[in-house]
């Protein structure tokens, strides 16, 4: 409801980065990422370590398990 989504990051993604969704029941679709923020809430200009978990804000819905991939920095 909020578009606020968990992820948890396996590769370096900084703000800014056009990322690209995809997922059986999800059409691959790309999004650039304006802010990421950590369990705290505190605001990150990047997510750096692997199996860091961060939220960033996305216009549509995901389920568990959907991937990430990055497009461009």
């Known amino acids: 409801q909020t578009g ?3 992820i948890e990051q396996r590769n370096h993604f900084p703000a800014g980065a056009t990322l690209e969704f995809f997922g059986p029941h999800l059409p691959n679709t790309r999004i650039t990422i304006k802010d990421i923020w950590d ?10 370590h692997p199996k860091q978990i961060v939220y960033v804000l996305i216009p549509f819905a995901v389920t568990p398990f959907d991937m990430i991939r990055l497009v461009s920095q």
């Open 4 to 6: 606020c989504t968990k």
């Open 39 to 48: 369990e705290e809430g505190n605001l990150l200009d990047a997510a750096r």
